[in-house]
């Protein structure tokens, strides 16, 4: 540990800041005073971006940041920035895509050398203190930049100048036409860097990227592909099998560090675990196997016991260390498993793979590889699974990122809502409507607008694309699932928002971050799905989805333009624009919509029963009675000629804008859908 005293950072509320708070070097939170001194004093910026769940942050901070060398030698030459990238996502993105263009690669930790413009001119990620491995070391790196900044700095200006030129080359957006082709270009891809033995795409590190896996569900439902059936599941069906998974308190790891999914990287994120969520009860839908719904809900025990705040957000994640160890929370002994469990214990060992040499550093991480009877319920194994977990649970416990994200959480509000349309079950329901509200009391301002993340009662940063797409998106599976007209009107209220402050009208697509937020080096639209889909990807299926349910041509053209620009950047990667493509078949493949009016106060329960089962994943449906009326002709003023019988429910069936006469009850509506005639 380095010497005494405390930084700038204590006065932050980001959990990864307060983290380095205590180090002997000199940190600045991002922000004008920060610069301004990096001017006065005449010195480059060190920039660091990482978070606090983030394994090899915690190693850079241990070997380098805690260490007084490192520290004097980052006071004397550097003015030294820390940013929490969940909480800065634009920063993160602007220079990640710097880190990119010059190495090839990014991750976090994320190094940045700039100048006081914040114009950069090195990057790389995680260095050792000393070089090792063929890593050039940090106090090398910071000694020979502070020489080059004092013996020859128009160098590294020149070499700033070139890198924020590239960024921010214009390339020319003509736009396409969105075609089918491209979704099969996508399905093609997939197939081709399938790994058949272990499922998954590509070789180690191997990531959930759940989307991918739902484009693969929704393809086989359009295009009746079995392969792109096969391929989902066999992914889902080795990830949940695989040490990735929990097997113990349930919820994924954020990524496996070998092909079969075994030995995880063991630090659980809630972005990751609401869109597994997702993708676990896409493919229950699809095939009705109860394992897939039981994951499913084992994800959600997880969310809701470990990472729901008592208001009703929820946080980012869980740390993969405890007592400075990666994975000692999670891993066990053979022997330790037998003092815990007594008698049955070696019946125990057997069903999850234990064994005496381990499988991960002398010891065991629970899995179902190499169980044959892995999706058969065994009530033995399940008690002592309980009685594990409680031993378990005394451990030291593992840290807990407590910031509540308006992104993030609109994704676990997407998940609950899905849960609770196909369960029915009122507590996942009431989490996501509870999670709703928290983000409109707490993390929208009194114009309407978003913030991006609430700590200990204080919201701050203004919010960016995703926040607003996946908010809106949020609301659109709430409305999904409640038919309730209140989750529509917000939806095209922060869609209206997300158009207002971050749409392209000349070129095009949608900017990262606000025209009315801070303006960085450079203004990206990203469009490319990493572990999350783009801001870009969820407001494509927002705008379309809208128009679908509106009927305001607004949102026809807007999404005709969004899909128009995003077509064109997924052309030479169609596998990385996975989230998009899926929005785009809803255009692409017949759609259908249905407009049920009813005397009834709320949806009838035939028609919640339909909409449960999905089997039409390109339908949208829209609730008419006397109590929502109102609301609806103003945001949907296309029901206006829909009048309200006063007998029960009438059902009007549309097929790419074509009308069907209307109908009075939902078999008739299946009978149409089944045999084509509308």
């Known amino acids: 540990m380095g010497g005494a005293g405390v930084n700038r950072l204590q006065y932050e509320k980001s959990p990864y800041l307060l983290q380095h708070a205590y180090n002997p070097v000199n940190w600045y939170p991002w922000g004008e005073e920060a610069f301004e001194e990096a001017k006065r004093q005449d010195k480059p910026v060190f920039l660091s971006i990482g978070y606090s769940?983030?394994?090899?942050?915690?190693v850079m901070e241990k070997e380098s940041f805690e260490d007084d060398e490192v520290a004097q030698i980052l006071n004397r030459d550097f003015i030294a920035i820390k940013v929490d990238r969940e909480e800065r996502p634009d920063i993160d993105a602007v220079y990640m895509a710097v880190c990119q263009a010059l190495t090839g690669s990014g991750g976090w930790p994320l190094t940045i050398l700039m100048t006081p413009e914040q114009k950069?001119?090195?990057?790389?990620?995680?260095?050792?203190?000393?070089?090792?491995?063929?890593?050039?070391?940090?106090?090398?790196?910071?000694?020979?930049i502070a020489h080059l900044w004092k013996e020859n700095r128009e160098l590294l200006i020149k070499d700033s100048e070139k890198i924020i030129a590239y960024i921010n080359r214009q390339k020319t957006a003509r736009g396409i036409s969105p075609e089918r082709s491209l979704i099969h270009r996508a399905y093609k891809d997939f197939k081709a860097s399938f790994d058949e033995e272990f499922g998954g795409f590509g070789s180690a590190p191997k990531f959930p990227t759940p989307h991918n896996l739902i484009f693969l569900l929704r393809y086989s439902q359009v295009e009746g592909k079995k392969t792109a059936l096969n391929m989902a599941e066999k992914t889902?069906?080795?990830?949940?099998?695989?040490?990735?998974?929990?097997?113990?308190?349930?919820?994924?790891?954020?990524?496996?560090?070998?092909?079969?999914?075994?030995?995880?990287?063991?630090?659980k994120m809630l972005y990751d675990n609401a869109l597994l969520t997702l993708a676990y009860l896409e493919a229950y839908r699809i095939t009705q196997k109860a394992l897939y719904l039981s994951v499913a809900e084992r994800i959600l025990g997880y969310v809701l016991r470990e990472l729901r705040d008592e208001k009703g957000g929820f946080y980012c994640g869980q740390d993969a260390d405890s007592d400075g160890v990666e994975g000692k929370f999670y891993v066990f002994t053979k022997e330790e498993i037998k003092s815990v469990l007594g008698e049955g214990a070696d019946a125990f060992c057997e069903w999850y793979g234990v064994s005496d040499e381990g499988n991960f550093e002398g010891k065991n991480i629970l899995n179902l590889l190499y169980n044959p009877r892995y999706e058969s319920s065994n009530p033995e194994i399940e008690r002592k699974r309980e009685k594990l977990y409680e031993y378990r649970a005394k451990r030291t416990s593992l840290h807990k990122d407590?910031?509540?994200?308006t992104s993030w959480n609109a994704l676990m509000i997407a998940a609950l809502s899905k849960a609770s349309l196909i369960t029915g079950k009122e507590e996942y329901l009431s989490a996501a409507v509870n999670a709703y509200e928290f983000i409109m009391v707490n993390l929208t301002d009194d114009g309407g607008k978003l913030k991006i993340r609430w700590r200990e009662n204080e919201s701050a940063f203004e919010g960016q694309l995703e926040d607003y797409a996946f908010f809106a998106f949020a609301l659109l599976e709430l409305y999904e699932t409640t038919l309730n007209a209140e989750y529509l009107e917000k939806a095209a209220h922060f869609a209206e928002k997300m158009t207002e402050l971050f749409m392209d009208e000349k070129n095009g697509g949608f900017y990262f971050y606000s025209k009315e937020g801070e303006q960085l080096i450079s203004r990206?639209?990203?469009?490319?799905?990493?572990?999350?889909?783009?801001?870009?990807?969820?407001?494509?299926?927002?705008?379309f989805r809208l128009w679908k349910l509106t009927g305001e041509e607004k949102w026809k053209e807007i999404s005709s333009r969004q899909f128009s620009f995003i077509a064109e950047a997924a052309l030479n990667y169609p596998t990385g624009h996975s989230f998009a493509l899926i929005a785009l078949s809803r255009a692409l493949y017949p759609s259908y919509d249905l407009v049920c009016v009813s005397s009834e106060e709320k949806a009838p329960a035939e028609l919640r029963e339909f909409l449960k089962d999905g089997c039409y994943p390109n339908l949208?449906?829209?609730?008419?009675?006397?109590?929502?009326?109102?609301?609806?002709?103003?945001?949907?003023?296309?029901?206006?000629?829909?009048?309200?019988?006063?007998?029960?429910?009438?059902?009007?069936?549309?097929?790419?804008?074509?009308?069907?006469?209307?109908?009075?009850?939902?078999?008739?509506?299946?009978?149409?859908?089944?045999?084509?005639?509308?």
Request: proline share 5%; with cysteine; net charge negative.
């Open 120 to 144: 950069p001119f090195w990057a790389g990620t995680y260095l050792p203190k000393r070089a090792r491995y063929g890593i050039i070391g940090l106090i090398d790196l910071l000694q020979r």
């Open 620 to 678: 949208s449906c829209v609730l008419k009675t006397n109590e929502n009326k109102e609301l609806l002709s103003k945001i949907a003023p296309f029901t206006d000629s829909y009048p309200i019988s006063e007998k029960g429910s009438a059902y009007y069936l549309c097929e790419n804008g074509a009308c069907a006469a209307p109908v009075f009850s939902i078999e008739e509506v299946k009978r149409m859908l089944g045999s084509g005639q509308i």
């Open 402 to 405: 407590d910031k509540i994200l």
């Open 53 to 58: 769940t983030c394994h090899w942050c915690h």
């Open 524 to 543: 990206p639209k990203e469009t490319f799905d990493g572990a999350m889909p783009s801001g870009n990807s969820v407001t494509a299926d927002v705008l």
């Open 236 to 267: 889902l069906l080795q990830m949940y099998r695989g040490g990735i998974f929990d097997h113990l308190g349930g919820g994924f790891s954020r990524y496996s560090t070998d092909d079969m999914w075994l030995v995880p990287h063991f630090e």
